[in-house]
């Protein structure tokens, strides 16, 4: 069973601050066994980016 998080995103934050926090949140139970030549765990976290107000992520240069 994997845990779900939502990362709230807003033009203030910067993109790639909001899409490290969503790799490292992804990378649990793959990396460090795929690292270690273990096989790959079921994803731990199912992780979504969302905005307070539902409206499509706009970072602060626009993109």
Do not use: C
């Amino acid at each position: 069973m994997s845990i779900k998080t939502v990362v709230i995103g807003s033009p203030l934050a910067g993109t790639s601050v909001l899409f490290s926090i969503l790799d490292v949140l992804a990378s649990v139970g793959r990396d460090w066994e795929m690292l270690h030549g273990m096989p790959m765990k079921a994803p731990v976290f199912q992780v979504s980016l969302r905005t307070a107000d539902g409206a499509p992520y706009w970072d602060v240069n626009g993109r």
